[in-house]
């Protein structure tokens, strides 16, 4: 029969509780370097079990999808104010949303989304050169770029101009998740504490952006009659059309909202946190960022970047890819076992949580040599090797993986190339940037770099 795990060392009645809630991924990491593939840790009267070999992780989000759930404090509290959405759904209710959802994302589909995504990065790079100061906050500018961009391309909807505030109530949320998830004790979510407070105020907001929008569609529609050329292929417009097969009912105003916020969110935030981090590392990198430049130049000739292009800019998907393999904006995903389970020869006991890591399995030493190193070769086709598919699982596995992977991928090579082609990001300060390992990773501080103009090749 099968044995316990080894236990990450902590002394103390807390045990490594203080070390998760002040640095989770260092944590992390120290377990995974001193005890192996597998490893318990102890907070308190709570045990987490962490997988780091893509071996386990797969088992744990593919092969055993079934006999596992979200039924981890982390989702109950991300469900506090994305209800019942994709994300945080599970079962039938799954099952029949994501078959929903899924056309929305097939490529042939958002290939058409491609041109609005470069145009909106160029008008970024219009705003950055026409600026009096040619310093510039990275971080914030992606998040306004992002959610311009999923506003544009999945909700047919300008939401530009609601940037500041959806930034400032979604960093508010996920803030406040991760010291939910944190807490010795839970607190309910309806007591009236401070920090409370400020999540229902920030809920309210993000609620208003997203039933005006939902609301304004409607009303287009019944007078209209139609949802218009530009909207009928739309996220927003499928889920509005979409009918229940046993009663042929559609979708409510909150179901709408649950399945559009999710989208419009995770793809808003994760997208930014990826980007922020790539331009910090081609900062710190110039011989990578040199040949990104005569990549891009070659390929485009002067001209915006079109989806015919995407073949032709495969190193600026190697620089993003192993962008999100040292900073996965997903860092860790939680997963809990209905029943006992054997995961890498050790027993997990029905009900604990189980985390799967991307940043740690990104940094396993026997599929990444020199982990640490910022290094696109890894991912040359021509240097292709026998690592298995979940040594590298930016946007999760299995039956959960995330469905705008494809949507995703061809907006960061699309807004790398745009940017990279008229201008150059160069880092303010010399310093390391730290990890705030929230709901996803983001930079501890703002990455703030200097704007340099290039000189377009012409075409």
Request: glycine fraction near 8%.
């Amino acid at each position: 029969m099968s044995g316990p795990p080894p236990t990450f060392p902590t002394p103390g009645v807390l045990g490594s509780l203080p070390h998760f809630r002040r640095d989770p991924v260092g944590l992390l990491m120290s377990g995974f370097e001193s005890c192996g593939d597998v490893v318990r840790f102890r907070l308190l009267n709570r045990s987490l079990y962490l997988v780091a070999h893509p071996r386990d992780a797969r088992r744990v989000l593919l092969d055993q999808a079934s006999t596992y759930d979200k039924g981890t404090r982390g989702f109950r509290v991300l469900r506090v104010f994305l209800r019942n959405g994709l994300l945080t759904s599970e079962g039938p209710q799954w099952l029949r949303q994501r078959r929903i959802i899924q056309p929305a994302f097939h490529r042939e589909r958002i290939a058409g989304f491609a041109d609005t995504m470069a145009a909106a990065a160029g008008h970024l790079v219009d705003s950055w050169l026409g600026a009096s100061s040619d310093t510039v906050n990275v971080s914030a500018d992606m998040m306004r770029l992002t959610l311009r961009i999923v506003g544009e391309t999945l909700l047919s909807t300008d939401v530009s101009q609601e940037a500041d505030r959806v930034g400032q109530a979604l960093h508010t949320m996920l803030r406040g998740a991760n010291e939910a998830i944190g807490r010795v004790v839970p607190v309910p979510a309806w007591w009236p504490t401070p920090a409370h407070r400020r999540q229902r105020a920030a809920m309210r907001t993000l609620d208003d952006v997203m039933l005006d929008i939902i609301s304004t569609r409607r009303a287009a529609s019944e007078t209209s009659g139609a949802m218009g050329a530009r909207k009928d292929h739309d996220l927003l417009s499928m889920l509005m059309a979409a009918r229940d097969e046993e009663t042929g009912e559609g979708m409510s105003d909150a179901q709408l909202r649950d399945e559009a916020m999710t989208i419009f969110l995770a793809g808003h935030e994760t997208t930014a946190v990826a980007l922020g981090w790539t331009w910090h590392l081609l900062g710190a990198h110039p011989v990578v960022r040199q040949r990104l430049e005569q990549v891009v130049d070659d390929a485009l000739g002067g001209r915006p970047p079109t989806m015919s292009d995407l073949p032709r800019l495969g190193y600026v998907e190697q620089v993003v890819k192993e962008s999100m393999r040292l900073y996965p904006p997903a860092w860790v995903v939680s997963r809990r076992p209905k029943i006992d389970d054997v995961v890498g020869g050790f027993r997990i006991p029905a009900g604990a949580i189980v985390l799967t890591s991307p940043y740690v399995t990104h940094r396993h030493p026997d599929f990444w040599p020199d982990p640490t190193q910022f290094d696109p070769g890894r991912f040359d086709p021509a240097n292709a090797d026998d690592r298995p598919a979940f040594a590298y699982f930016p946007f999760g596995g299995g039956p959960r993986q995330c469905i705008g992977n494809t949507f995703a991928m061809m907006e960061l090579v699309l807004v790398v190339a745009t940017i990279a082609q008229r201008c150059r990001l160069d880092a303010t300060a010399a310093e390391e940037i730290g990890q705030d390992p929230a709901i996803t990773l983001r930079p501890a501080a703002p990455i703030t770099m200097r704007v340099r103009r290039r000189a377009v090749v012409p075409v």
